[in-house]
């Protein structure tokens, strides 16, 4: 596991350098100043060690028990992308902001996925391939239209947003 502390204003650093004391599995990055997600996931891909990668953001939207699910189906195809199952629990204005992006990447790409800034699980070997994108939140759909015109499987799969009492009282922290 690897955390990448990007500058955090909350506690990702301190808690991130007690995790990788404890556990040996456990590696943490300081980054001087602000990278953006797109920078930490290709830095994160450089760093791993095994053969599989996946994003996991540090915001618990993703519910656990999604991360088994979509790991279960890592041999199937080259590519395993995430796509939120409800949705419809997200703030109205959010649901709109995706929707619109997913609506015009399909449009300029030409593909018809279901989500592109969802978790997705890919063997780290095949992103090392692809050229340095973009540092915006949008890094993970430059990828994977990369990826899909060199000719790398898919399979999209659901995951469930977790917005709990127990989430909203983390950031109150």
């Known amino acids: 596991m690897i955390i990448i502390n990007d500058c955090s204003t909350d506690r990702t650093g301190e808690i991130g350098d007690r995790l990788a004391a404890e556990f040996n599995h456990v590696r943490i990055v300081h980054n001087p100043t602000n990278k953006g997600l797109g920078f930490n996931y290709q830095l994160g891909c450089q760093l791993a ?3 599989y990668v996946i994003l996991v953001p540090g915001d618990n939207e993703l519910h656990p028990d999604s991360v088994r699910y979509i790991c279960q189906f890592a041999e199937e195809k080259d590519i395993i992308i ?20 997913t609506h015009l990447i399909n449009w300029i790409s030409g593909y018809k996925l279901s989500y592109y800034n969802g978790t997705v699980l890919q063997k780290r070997q095949n992103i090392l391939k692809i050229p ?4 915006s939140f949008a890094f993970q759909a430059e990828i994977l ?5 060199l ?9 469930q ?5 127990q ?4 950031f109150s922290h």
Do not use: C, W
Not at 151 to 159: D, I, L, Q, W
């Open 49 to 51: 060690r095994k053969d």
């Open 82 to 101: 995430s796509y939120p199952e409800n949705f419809h629990i997200r703030p109205l204005i959010r649901q709109i902001a995706s929707r619109g992006f």
């Open 132 to 135: 340095k994108v973009t540092n």
């Open 145 to 149: 239209i990369q990826m899909l015109r």
């Open 151 to 159: 000719g790398y499987s898919f399979k999209e799969v659901p995951f």
């Open 161 to 165: 947003l977790n917005f709990s009492s």
């Open 167 to 170: 989430r909203m009282t983390a």
